[in-house]
Every structure is written in C-alpha cells, then in structure tokens.
C-alpha cells in the first residue's frame, strides 16, 4: 500500500491541526475550557487567534485586551471553549483588567491554562508562571515570539525550562502559525487526564511564615479535604486576600478548584440529547 | 476710532471680571458656593468631629478648642453646640463638653470617613499630600456609611490612613498606639519608627512632607535643644522647629547602626551606565505602587541599570530583569539602591 509521504502519522502532534476546526463563536455545548493568561503584550490574542480563526485585534501596546474575549474550536470530536484574558503582571490585582484575569483562573474554572510568555523577557513573566501553579497544575507555558528571541540571538533552553518549571512547555510563534499543533496536543492531553504535570513549588524558608502556613494548611485540609491546592489557600489568608477569606467563611471555597464536574455533566447531557 | 478702544476697553474689563469670579479654588464664584455649602450640618459634623477626636485623645472638649479647630466664630459655635445638646449629641460636663454614645458614634463615622477619603487619595490618586487633608474635609460630609464600607473593601480593609491614624472599624471600635513620643520629647541619640504625622496644621505638615518624613521610617535624634531638633533620618540629616517636631509621633525602638545607616542613594541621581543593587523601597510608596513594582521584579537584591534619561530628567528608562521600564522620577527618587558588588 503506497503511503501518502506528506500524510501525518497518527501518532505525530502535526496530525491534529488536519482535524482543527475553528470554530469561531460558536460556543455551545463545550466540553473543556482554556485560559489564556500572560503578561501584557506576550501575544495572547494571537494565540487566541490561531485556536479559533477569529480575529482579535492585536497590536503592538499593552492593555488593548480589556475585558474578555471568548471563542472556540474543535479537535478530535471535543470542543473547546477558549478565554482570551487581558495581560497581567501577578495574579495580586492592582487594576480591573487585573483583576478580571484574576477571578477568571480563580472562579472561572478552567480546565487548562495555557500562559503564554514572552521568550524575550522570559525572565518577568516568569513570576506570573510560577504563581499560576501554585494554584493549579494544569498549566502549560507557551513560550511565545521565539522568532523575536532568535533575532536578538536568544537561544532558550526549553527542556531545561520544562524540568525545572514540572509543566510542559512549548515554543511558538504564533504570528506564523508555528507550535499550534504541539500546543493543541498538550491542551487535549492536560484535558482528557492523559498528561499529569507536577508543577515546581515556591518554598518559604522563613520560619515564622513556614509554620505559619503549615499550621494553616492543616486546618483548611480538615476543612476542606477535597481542594487540591490547601497550600495556596493558606498563603492567600495570611496575605489578606479578601476574596478568598470571604469564600472560606461563605463555605464555598471548594469551588475554586474544583473543575466544575456539575456543569459539564450538564452540558454532556445536553449534547447527547441533541 | 474711539469707538474700538471703547471696546476694546469694555471686553478687557469683561475678561478680567470673568477672572476673579472664575478663577479656580479662589475666584468668588467659588468661593459664595463654598460657603453656600458650609450650611449649619456641615459645620455641626465638624463640631462633632472635633469633639469625637478629643475623646480619642482622653480629653475634655471645650467651645474654644472647638472653635478654634474648626474655625467656626465663638457665637455660631456656641449656637451650635447649643443644638447638639438638643439632639442628644452632647452632653455638658464640667467646663467642657462631652459626647453620648449617639454623638460619639457620629463623630467617629465621620472621622472613619475622612481617614478612608485620605488613604483612597493616597493609594489611587494622584493628589498630592498636601491636598489630601482638604479634600476629606469636603468629602467626609457626602459619604453615606455604604459608600464608606465600599471604599474601605476597595482598598482592602486599611489600619491606618497616610498618616498614621488609626481607621475606626464600622462599628466604632479604633486602635491606638499606647506609647507614642512626639519627636520634640525624645532625648539625643534615641531611635525609633515615625507611626504618625499630624495633619493640621497644614502648612507645617507640607514642610514635614517635603522633608520626606512619613509612618514607617527609621529615625535617630542627633541633637534636642531649645529651639530645634535635629534628626537623622533617610540617609541625611533634617532640621525640625520644635512646632513640626511636636507633630511628629514616634515609637522608640532599638535600631542598630546597620537598620539605621542602609543606602541613601535612589534611583534617581543614580549615574547611566553603572548597575546598580536595589536595596529596599521607601515606605513612602503607596501599597498599590510597591506591589506594581515587586510584581516587575523590584526587589532587594535585583540588579538593575539606568539606561536612558529624557532631557528634563524625567521620566528615566531603567534595564531590570531583561526589560527596558520607565520610572517618573518622583517613583524613582523613592527606591533606594547601591552599587553592585562585584
């Protein structure tokens, strides 16, 4: 049997891109949801972009994405809801669009995140990477503009990245369409629960703040024995963080993490129905 | 011909009218609506407020230190007073006056109010210090309590206003700080923390802020004498009357040399090309702003390069973790660095 050289194999990540559907705004019934988060100006709307086929407007300042952008598209039978989120420098927020980046990954349960960073000041927006796993491990770093890094003559050691970080990690450059086929594959891996990352951990050395934390984590652990991030919880208490502290005392602090179980098995019924 | 100058001269004039009663914060336009506004409750707030801050400070209030706080004439005071005592506010106690419950937790709403206003002016203006004492003055009276819990979520429960004053809760109940000095009281070579600079009255608060001085700073008296106080305190040395000491509040603390020396040096007179070490950022810097700055990677032990100046000096581009940012150079003149090590 004569084998079509250019066809991709199955196995390979190239071969999903032939069943990308883009599918725009159409954005009922979804399976999954992705959130795109990153420093300001990483290309966040480009990647968005290339994922759905619409067309966002990019451009070349800070702060043109202010308030959310959805969109979708389709791989493999599954359907994903995409959350393009304004560019943030922490997930401490100073201003709305902050803010509103903020709630997102918070409350907005998403599936995956995908944080898509500059690889030409990789080292500033790394802090909004490691501050993202700390509250959840289904991240992926999107290392973004490599065209960029190698005109400047920035050479970016991505495994060495990926080790060190737990979470995969892709290089793009999604203004040519290049790393969207990998990037698509680690979504539906993280997706699906094929892939599990073990994400590196800030540690805090300090003693008074070591015990601290870990008396807290303790109690919130008896508390609330279902989160996966205790740790995190306590951290935010002791920093104050108002949003949080009115979660544990309204009880529902079990939202935040969880991946939302109720609405999908909703939305599953409701595409079976159709 | 004599028609135009006529003319001319009529417009002149009609432009210039226009100037005194227009022009800002002093033209009498605004000065009639001004007092428009101080009708007989704005002024019996303030009445209230002053007594209510009396109370705080564990002492009687009188109708002249009413008076004179508020800079309400003896006679309306008195008048007004005379109400209050009507509605259950005040009570007479001796010489002075004192609150009920009812009056003492107006007064405190109303002082929860102004500190609030200072501190949202302070972390999300861009009103000078100066101002600040004057605008909540105006504004206190037009906060109802939901909007002042608002504010006081928006900027996430706050002790103490810019000063150092402590911030009633809404429920009344106010910390102080138990063994506060004022500066003119400290011997020589005492060391402390500034936690409060009083903020009337406003023209020696201006001085007080223009020298820098702020809760939160490290202090060492070097001389106390007759007329003068001598400090040192940000790297150098700084001259107070014995009036702007006495507005000074501090706690004595043991500092040694090393907490007291650290850089002197900011950002701002730094030279281009040399790179430097961040050592810590003034505690003048707003919560907001510090956290913008640690978020882009300001933090003790950072290297950091100032690269380009603009002519006026100001703003200046520095190189920080691989990327150009630019700092006004107010922001730049409060984060203090050194040379780095080799």
């Given at each position: 049997?004569?084998?079509?050289?250019?066809?991709?194999?199955?196995?390979?990540?190239?071969?999903?891109?032939?069943?990308?559907?883009?599918?725009?705004?159409?954005?009922?019934?979804?399976?999954?949801?992705?959130?795109?988060?990153?420093?300001?100006?990483?290309?966040?709307?480009?990647?968005?972009?290339?994922?759905?086929?619409?067309?966002?407007?990019?451009?070349?300042?800070?702060?043109?994405?202010?308030?959310?952008?959805?969109?979708?598209?389709?791989?493999?039978?599954?359907?994903?809801?995409?959350?393009?989120?304004?560019?943030?420098?922490?997930?401490?927020?100073?201003?709305?669009?902050?803010?509103?980046?903020?709630?997102?990954?918070?409350?907005?349960?998403?599936?995956?995140?995908?944080?898509?960073?500059?690889?030409?000041?990789?080292?500033?927006?790394?802090?909004?990477?490691?501050?993202?796993?700390?509250?959840?491990?289904?991240?992926?770093?999107?290392?973004?503009?490599?065209?960029?890094?190698?005109?400047?003559?920035?050479?970016?050691?991505?495994?060495?990245?990926?080790?060190?970080?737990?979470?995969?990690?892709?290089?793009?450059?999604?203004?040519?369409?290049?790393?969207?086929?990998?990037?698509?594959?680690?979504?539906?891996?993280?997706?699906?629960?094929?892939?599990?990352?073990?994400?590196?951990?800030?540690?805090?050395?300090?003693?008074?703040?070591?015990?601290?934390?870990?008396?807290?984590?303790?109690?919130?652990?008896?508390?609330?024995?279902?989160?996966?991030?205790?740790?995190?919880?306590?951290?935010?208490?002791?920093?104050?963080?108002?949003?949080?502290?009115?979660?544990?005392?309204?009880?529902?602090?079990?939202?935040?993490?969880?991946?939302?179980?109720?609405?999908?098995?909703?939305?599953?019924?409701?595409?079976?129905?159709? | 011909?004599?028609?135009?100058?006529?003319?001319?001269?009529?417009?002149?004039?009609?432009?210039?009218?226009?100037?005194?009663?227009?022009?800002?914060?002093?033209?009498?336009?605004?000065?009639?609506?001004?007092?428009?506004?101080?009708?007989?409750?704005?002024?019996?707030?303030?009445?209230?407020?002053?007594?209510?801050?009396?109370?705080?400070?564990?002492?009687?209030?009188?109708?002249?230190?009413?008076?004179?706080?508020?800079?309400?004439?003896?006679?309306?005071?008195?008048?007004?007073?005379?109400?209050?005592?009507?509605?259950?506010?005040?009570?007479?106690?001796?010489?002075?006056?004192?609150?009920?419950?009812?009056?003492?937790?107006?007064?405190?709403?109303?002082?929860?109010?102004?500190?609030?206003?200072?501190?949202?002016?302070?972390?999300?203006?861009?009103?000078?210090?100066?101002?600040?004492?004057?605008?909540?003055?105006?504004?206190?009276?037009?906060?109802?309590?939901?909007?002042?819990?608002?504010?006081?979520?928006?900027?996430?429960?706050?002790?103490?206003?810019?000063?150092?004053?402590?911030?009633?809760?809404?429920?009344?109940?106010?910390?102080?700080?138990?063994?506060?000095?004022?500066l003119?009281?400290?011997?020589?070579?005492?060391t402390g923390v500034i936690?409060?600079?009083?903020?009337?009255?406003?023209?020696?608060?201006?001085?007080l802020?223009?020298m820098g001085l702020c809760?939160g700073l490290k202090i060492r008296i070097l001389?106390?004498?007759?007329?003068?106080?001598l400090i040192w305190a940000i790297g150098k040395q700084h001259?107070l009357?014995?009036?702007?000491?006495?507005?000074v509040?501090v706690?004595?603390?043991?500092?040694?040399?090393?907490?007291m020396?650290g850089?002197t040096?900011?950002?701002?007179?730094?030279?281009?090309?040399?790179?430097?070490?961040?050592?810590?950022?003034s505690?003048?810097?707003?919560?907001?702003?510090?956290?913008?700055?640690?978020?882009?990677?300001?933090?003790?032990?950072?290297?950091?390069?100032?690269?380009?100046?603009?002519?006026?000096?100001?703003?200046?581009?520095?190189?920080?973790?691989?990327?150009?940012?630019?700092?006004?150079?107010?922001?730049?003149?409060?984060?203090?660095?050194?040379?780095?090590?080799?």
């Amino acid at each position: 049997m004569k084998k079509d050289p250019a066809a991709p194999c199955p196995g390979c990540p190239v071969h999903n891109t032939d069943s990308l559907k883009r599918l725009g705004i159409q954005l009922d019934g979804f399976d999954y949801v992705v959130a795109l988060a990153g420093n300001p100006n990483t290309g966040k709307s480009t990647v968005f972009n290339a994922l759905t086929g619409l067309r966002q407007h990019t451009g070349n300042w800070p702060g043109k994405t202010v308030s959310r952008a959805e969109g979708a598209f389709s791989i493999k039978g599954n359907k994903y809801k995409v959350v393009d989120l304004p560019g943030t420098y922490s997930l401490l927020a100073t201003s709305l669009d902050e803010e509103i980046a903020r709630d997102f990954i918070l409350f907005g349960k998403p599936d995956v995140t995908v944080v898509v960073a500059d690889a030409t000041r990789l080292e500033r927006n790394l802090n909004l990477v490691l501050q993202v796993q700390e509250i959840t491990s289904r991240v992926i770093l999107a290392c973004n503009l490599m065209d960029e890094a190698s005109r400047h003559g920035l050479s970016i050691d991505i495994r060495s990245l990926a080790r060190d970080l737990g979470i995969p990690v892709v290089k793009m450059t999604a203004r040519k369409n290049e790393g969207t086929a990998e990037l698509l594959d680690i979504i539906e891996k993280i997706a699906i629960g094929d892939l599990k990352s073990k994400p590196y951990k800030v540690k805090y050395t300090t003693p008074q703040i070591k015990n601290a934390i870990d008396t807290i984590t303790e109690e919130i652990k008896q508390e609330f024995p279902d989160i996966p991030n205790p740790r995190w919880v306590a951290v935010r208490l002791l920093d104050g963080d108002r949003r949080i502290i009115e979660a544990v005392q309204r009880g529902d602090l079990g939202d935040i993490s969880k991946g939302g179980m109720e609405d999908r098995a909703h939305q599953i019924k409701v595409i079976g129905n159709q | 011909m004599h028609n135009e100058i006529l003319y001319l001269g009529l417009f002149s004039a009609f432009i210039l009218l226009c100037i005194l009663i227009f022009r800002p914060s002093n033209g009498w336009f605004w000065r009639l609506k001004k007092r428009l506004r101080l009708s007989d409750g704005v002024l019996s707030e303030d009445i209230l407020k002053y007594f209510a801050q009396c109370s705080l400070e564990g002492q009687l209030g009188t109708l002249k230190g009413a008076s004179g706080a508020t800079g309400i004439a003896q006679n309306k005071s008195g008048k007004l007073i005379e109400k209050l005592i009507e509605r259950r506010f005040i009570t007479v106690q001796g010489s002075g006056f004192k609150l009920s419950q009812d009056g003492l937790a107006y007064g405190l709403r109303l002082i929860r109010a102004h500190r609030l206003y200072e501190t949202y002016m302070y972390e999300k203006s861009g009103f000078r210090e100066k101002d600040w004492h004057k605008l909540a003055n105006e504004a206190e009276h037009d906060l109802t309590i939901n909007k002042i819990n608002d504010l006081e979520k928006q900027l996430n429960f706050p002790i103490h206003d810019p000063h150092g004053d402590p911030i009633p809760d809404y429920d009344g109940t106010i910390k102080t700080y138990e063994n506060k000095l004022a500066l003119c009281d400290m011997q020589t070579n005492d060391t402390g923390v500034i936690v409060h600079i009083e903020d009337e009255p406003g023209n020696i608060y201006s001085k007080l802020a223009d020298m820098g001085l702020c809760p939160g700073l490290k202090i060492r008296i070097l001389e106390n004498d007759s007329l003068t106080v001598l400090i040192w305190a940000i790297g150098k040395q700084h001259l107070l009357t014995k009036m702007q000491a006495a507005n000074v509040h501090v706690i004595k603390k043991q500092l040694d040399t090393k907490q007291m020396e650290g850089s002197t040096q900011t950002l701002a007179d730094y030279p281009v090309g040399k790179i430097a070490q961040i050592q810590r950022i003034s505690p003048r810097i707003s919560d907001s702003e510090r956290r913008r700055l640690m978020d882009l990677g300001f933090l003790p032990g950072t290297s950091i390069e100032k690269e380009l100046v603009n002519a006026s000096g100001d703003p200046i581009a520095f190189r920080i973790r691989g990327t150009l940012l630019a700092l006004r150079r107010s922001q730049a003149n409060l984060i203090f660095v050194k040379d780095k090590p080799l």
